[in-house]
């Protein structure tokens, strides 16, 4: 009896927590807007890149002469490394020439 009434008291504030944070998020927003805090105001803020950090299995980004298709440790974190450029993009379709 006991461990019914802690469970339905833990569903509740799930239930509560996720339904405030739901209804905190306006519906208007696109994808790629999200909402800050500046100038004792609330801010919507565009963006017009997204970058992404892809490791392909010949990649080696720790550096530790590795590829990534042999090397669990890599995919563990994200290793995002400046001026790859990688023969997919996050959408997995081939990359456009520059």
Do not use: H, W
């Amino acid at each position: 009896m006991k461990t019914l009434i802690s469970r339905l008291i833990t569903l509740s504030a799930l239930a509560l927590i996720t339904g405030s944070v739901a209804a905190q998020q306006p519906a208007s927003m696109k994808a790629n807007q999200t909402q800050g805090f500046g100038e004792g105001k609330v801010l919507e803020f565009t963006y017009t890149q997204n970058f992404d950090c892809i490791d392909q299995p010949n990649d080696d980004l720790n550096y530790n002469k590795i590829k990534a298709a042999s090397d669990p440790g890599e995919m563990q974190t994200p290793i995002c490394v400046v001026g790859t450029q990688p023969s997919i993009n996050p959408a997995r379709t081939k990359r456009e020439p520059c």
